[in-house]
């Protein structure tokens, strides 16, 4: 593809700043072991993946040469993953040409400075640090110049925005996951669903929003794939977030701590079968049930609840009934019917999913109460939901 001269100044500045994070990684490692207790092989990654995703932006190219900045982007950034935030929507500004005013999570001081410090030399970057974020967002709705802003957080947040959409052009809100689904059909490969619920229900102690919290699996696999979960959980180890092993750290964030917690006391039917609260010290909190009924919880932190299943139907419509139609993976080869389903249900599905880290080139976003996006068209406001992609979201279309 031939690149005109502003695309390709454009990528030398996404390149600028996927070096300026690859010289940062080891403050930013440090930073977020001392934030939010991530260790550091974790958030070393998440620089990488960051790193990558910039160096890759070309790609993204086609998705907006039909369209034109906003202006002004804001964002207040969570508090896992804030250099992947970064990339995707720093990078998603740089190659449209919007700049970016963002704030960062209160539980995150040190790795604001450190992202701040980064992002300071860039004329289109305006991080924002030492202020509350709900003075931020009363800024953002105040600032006629600031079109589109990205939020994220419990519903309640969500609701407070969605009053004072008409302040923007396009609101997002990347709301709660709930409890992330796998399901596992009897055809499955064990090993492969097995590894794959593992990753993604502990990595960074299950402090993603895309992190597993419940997996529905036919009774016919159960014993063996709990089997398999649990002596993948056995060889994590928890800890000091400084040690280059550690694959969970402690929970820093007061507030997850407590959500887990109300999970456990919402949970009576359930055994727990491994795993405790000890201080921020979580380990890996495993439990079983045959209950069909399971609390619909806003949940972040080291928790899978495993529940063996014979009726594919019964199971599906167990699923479906979650205010939080976020992410839903499966195992095995579903009925065309039931599949479609788990497509119109959940902004993001995984088909025999093969990973740890979610790809970040993949389509993010929940629908019903795990996201929205609210959007101006000539007089008329229309709401979507849906997994969306950040380059392509960040231009009006001419068409």
């Known amino acids: 593809m031939t690149l005109n001269n502003e695309y390709q100044m454009r990528l030398v500045e996404i390149g600028r700043l996927a070096d300026a994070l690859e010289r940062h990684k080891s403050d930013m490692t440090e930073a977020a072991a001392h934030d939010a207790g991530f260790p550091v092989k974790i958030?070393?990654?998440e620089v990488d993946l960051s790193v990558q995703y910039l160096r890759t932006m070309q790609e993204e190219i086609p998705l907006i040469t039909n369209g034109q900045p906003y202006g002004t982007v804001a964002a207040i950034f969570p508090y896992d993953a804030p250099a992947v935030m970064l990339a995707r929507l720093g990078g998603s500004a740089l190659l449209t040409g919007n700049r970016l005013r963002f704030s960062f999570s209160s539980h995150t001081p040190r790795t604001a400075e450190v992202l701040k410090n980064i992002c300071n030399v860039f004329e289109s970057f305006e991080p924002v640090t030492g202020q509350d974020n709900r003075e931020f967002g009363l800024g953002c709705i105040e600032n006629s110049e600031i079109r589109v802003l990205f939020i994220s957080g419990a519903s309640a947040v969500g609701e407070v925005y969605r009053r004072r959409h008409r302040s923007f052009d396009k609101l997002f809100f990347a709301g709660p996951g709930g409890m992330p689904a796998a399901i596992v059909l009897k055809d499955a490969d064990v090993k492969a669903a097995g590894r794959f619920i593992s990753r993604r229900a502990f990595i960074n102690g299950g402090q993603y929003c895309t992190t597993l919290k419940k997996a529905y699996i036919h009774s016919s696999l159960y014993p063996a794939l709990r089997a398999q979960i649990l002596n993948h959980v056995e060889?994590?180890?928890?800890?000091?977030?400084f040690d280059p092993e550690t694959l969970i750290g402690p929970i820093r964030v007061e507030r997850t701590r407590r959500i887990l917690q109300n999970a456990l006391d919402q949970c009576p039917q359930a055994r727990l079968i491994t795993g405790k609260i000890d201080g921020e010290i979580v380990y890996p909190l495993v439990l079983e049930t045959e209950s069909a009924s399971i609390p619909d919880l806003e949940l972040f932190g080291p928790f899978l609840l495993l529940k063996p299943f014979e009726d594919l139907y019964q199971a599906t419509s167990e699923l479906l009934q979650t205010r939080?139609?976020?992410?839903?993976?499966?195992?095995?080869?579903?009925?065309?019917?039931?599949?479609?389903k788990f497509y119109t249900y959940?902004?993001?599905?995984?088909?025999?999913?093969?990973?740890?880290?979610?790809?970040l080139r993949l389509p993010f976003g929940g629908k019903n109460a795990s996201g929205w996006i609210i959007e101006r068209r000539g007089d008329d406001w229309i709401e979507r939901d849906g997994a969306f992609q950040?380059?392509?979201?960040?231009?009006?279309?001419?068409s």
């Open 390 to 398: 950040y380059s392509r979201e960040l231009v009006r279309s001419l």
């Open 235 to 241: 060889q994590m180890k928890v800890g000091n977030p």
């Open 324 to 340: 939080y139609g976020f992410l839903l993976a499966f195992f095995g080869l579903p009925p065309e019917a039931i599949k479609k």
């Open 346 to 359: 959940f902004g993001m599905v995984h088909d025999n999913p093969d990973f740890t880290f979610t790809p």
């Open 43 to 45: 958030t070393s990654i």
